[in-house]
């Protein structure tokens, strides 16, 4: 029981609840606000680029508690359902709020990149198969705005790590050569890697924790 409750200090059950319901209601595009409902709005499939921008924006709402601390404190149970419900209105709220408006804007500056890179070429009298020319040319594709994306969400994905800290520990533990690689988490050289406000992780063990103590506390001896 003791090697169990080693392991489970491990789990950020917090992070768990938030990360993982928002993925899912991204990956299968649940809507629960007005917006997605609107006639004038247009469908909106999920890509590789927006995953890795919803996970970071997840993992930054995971930081902070979200139960007003001015409040009376809940069972671990409803405040699980009310974690999971404000994950899935950040996701909804990130999707088309945030993503979709920045994708319209990725297109238009490519399309008029493309535009003014090919005023340029013909500005300086280049031929129509000059560098310019073809990079003009890729500018003006839709996978230009893709990779233009795909790039910002790696950038906010970075950025995340850096913010939550999680960067640096993740470095250090790389660092340290006496941990012997990924051998040493065999070996019980592991580096406990938590999120910058580990006041929010350790309650959420601790809740855990005790609720493990009186089930077992409670069990008859036999």
Known sequence: MDTVKEYLGYINPHWIAVVVTGMYIHLRQI???GLCFDEESTP????????????????????YRLWPRTLKEPPIQLLYIYEMLVAALTTNLTTRAIWVPLMHVI????QESSKCLLWF?????LGRYSFLTEFAYYMARDCAAMHMAFCLSVLSFVWMLDATESLDAILDTWAKEETGGFLGLYNGNRKHISFANPEVTDWFVYKFMCSTDTYSESKPVV
């Open 31 to 33: 809507c629960v606000i």
């Open 107 to 110: 297109y238009c500056l490519t």
């Open 44 to 63: 909106f499939d999920p890509s590789y680029a927006s995953v890795l921008f919803v996970f970071s924006v997840l993992c930054l709402l995971a930081e």
């Open 121 to 125: 070429n013909t500005l300086l009298g």
